[in-house]
């Protein structure tokens, strides 16, 4: 077993695109639930959205890269809004109820044979990204063992998860960030101070959408394809357990745990993979060992949940339930 | 008159076989191992109405390379290519069994286009096409209500027992779609194992109560004492469905299995024109939900359990032992949801790793349409939801579409009455 290939791997992920996308859309799911107590179950439904707005708008109506993401983004908020209306003078377990719905009729839709022209159907969109790399400043060339494509995209990721980590950071300083962890600690007190409620928690909405619509276009550019098996519910339990592996209510959380969840996971695929092909365990098949990565994410959600709801970094006092 | 019955039950597999595909397509496949070591296959199934096709020819050519297989026993082909690229891929039509043809619209030979994965799956979708308008409206009509009223009704089955917990506990169990998946996976178990057909099935229900009842006992009535919020214990029901899918998943493999007496011919009742597996589905989700909803409202247990509904710590005032009750609650929804997943893998027809999950939204649908945590609202919810599953392509919506509705509508009916149909208006807040 080549300990250093594996671990070589690992630290791999730390810095890969895949992660930058997991860190963007659980920081919205943060902005969602860690700071407003809002349960979002639908953020993978947010991230098609933004990766078929953006792949949709370069292929069928052939938009240059800065109109193709403003159209994500726009896209992602008009999902939130419409998401939100029914659902946020509700109770809690309906929002959750609804937005799984809503990112599960997204992915039917895309699915759907009867758009098959737009939405490429169950094969999905490709050959979208070559305005991205387009624009790619770096020569052909090794930068740091990574090729000029690989090197850009993970550079443009990282500042993009960056910028809107200080972003989040600055408006939950702000006033307004004030008033909506006064919401998640208790609604009505901060009604009865005049402030309109529905309004914070739709723009709070908004905002995390937004970042998992961005999530989203950063998980789709690497691969050059969108696929909608990718966007199941799966995704957003994933999302989720890097939301609470890094803490709820942090900026950094979600960014270290979405790492955390990446490292282990390749960790583990590298060791069990090594130790079947050495022979030293021979009841499991390398398929089977995929399975049993994700046995793993389960029954680290639960005990997380269950022993250490704060996650690493965060802090018990802004649990955002009790 | 037997030139109808032949159109109409054409009309039918129609719609099964359009309806095939879509299942097919929503569901992460299972990727079939590749017939050759090159690191890049292109692979599928072939399923005509849940039916493996096998011996199929299939050519893939491109870029120089030229390749052909034939599917196996269970369907599924693979083709290992040299490199990622586009390739023409062509099922080889005189090959198929007599009878079946490709799908109308379905491109042969097509272009495939690999993508960021290395294995690169394509769906062939079979069946007449969609001209399900052509037999008799009326007819069509009437036997989609009878099979969307028991498909709602096995829904109700999964659907009363979340409703119960939710009601008794106020978790809102997301594991309830792997109870379901775990009724039909032990009775596939059980019949492998060589155990006779009816065994099979009082086993997987006993199983079903079974872990119903050491769910409750090993994690949640620890989690209740603990004081846990309902919105952690939700999340951890998040996580034990994950680990429980794919604990099955571990043991089961990804592959479609079929429960025995799964194929059967559609027989005549009247105007209906049924397969027995539905009829004796409907009959006995029907007879089972009217002794549950019995028990509810006559025995002693079941004031208990809308006394602790009500509120618990009154119940438990007035002498009533909450935890028993709590226990009971969870044995019988796990032992409904075992029965809801056998007769759901007789309705799709097969048994896979993730087919509760695949319908836990649904059962949710019900569950909110009705109201959450009443019990006859889950039932009048989950009937809803069948009817306008089924019914929805009747009306021309396309197939693949069919579990869209009732999600729609469930979120409409939010706008509208969030306390769903038979909810209190208090239960919202």
Known sequence: MDFSSILSNAMGEIISPTTA??????????????????LNFGQAGFMAVGAYGFAISTLTFGAPFFVAMLIAVLCSALFALLLGIPTLR???????????????????LVTTNGWTAVTGSANGLAAFEGGFYAMNPFPEGSYMGMSSRDFFIRLVAWILVAACAVLVFLLMRSPWGRVLKGIREDENAVRSLGKNVYAYKMQALIIGGVLGGLAGMIFTLPRGAVQPTNYGTELTFFLWTCLLLGGMATVLGPVIGAMMFWVVLSLTQGILTGLIDSGVVSWLTTTQAGQLRYILVGVALMLLMIFRPQGVFGNKKELAFA | MLKLIGAISASIMAILLVAAPASLAASPSPTPSPSTASPFSISGFLRNAGAPLA??????????????????????????VPEKGTYKVELDESTLPEGIKLADGQENPRDVVFGGTTTQGTVFAFGEGIVVQQGNFGQDLINRLVAGLSFGLLLALA??????????????????????????????????????????????????????????AGLWRPLRKRGTGLVPMMI????????VRYIIQFYFGGATQQLPYAQSAEIQLGPI????????????????????????????????????????????????????VIRIVWITGGMLAALGGILWAYYRPGVTFNMGSQILLLIFAGVTLGGLGTVFGALIGS???????????VFGAPADLKYVIPLGIMIIVLLIRPQGILGRRERVG
């Open chain 2, 383 to 393: 009937i809803i939801v069948g009817l306008f599953t089924e019914l929805t392509t």
């Open chain 2, 236 to 243: 951890v029901s998040i996580g034990l469905a994950l680990a």
């Open chain 2, 159 to 216: 659907s009363v027992g979340l409703s119960l917990i939710f009601g008794t506990t106020g978790l809102t169990n997301f594991a309830h779609g792997e109870m379901v998946t775990l009724g039909a996976v032990l009775v596939f178990a059980f019949n492998a194992i060589g155990l006779p057909f009816w065994l099979a099935i009082v086993l997987a229900l006993l199983g079903g109560g079974l872990s119903g009842y050491i769910q409750d």
């Open chain 2, 55 to 80: 011996d199929v020819k299939i050519n893939v050519s491109g870029g120089g390379f030229e390749g052909s297989t034939t599917s196996g026993q269970n369907g599924s082909w693979a083709v290992g």
């Open chain 1, 21 to 38: 996308a997991y860190a963007l859309a659980a920081l919205g799911l943060a902005v969602h639930f860690g700071y407003s107590g809002l």
């Open chain 1, 90 to 108: 509700l109770r809690a377990d309906y929002l959750a109820i609804v937005t799984i719905a809503s990112a599960e009729i997204i992915r039917y």
């Open chain 2, 273 to 324: 024109s049924i397969s027995p597996n539905n009829l004796a589905s409907l009959v006995i989700s029907a007879v089972v939900i009217v002794i549950v909803g019995l028990v509810l409202m006559k025995s002693r247990l079941g004031k208990a359990t809308r006394a602790v509904a009500d509120n618990p710590a009154l119940a438990a005032a007035s002498g009533i032992d909450v935890d028993r």
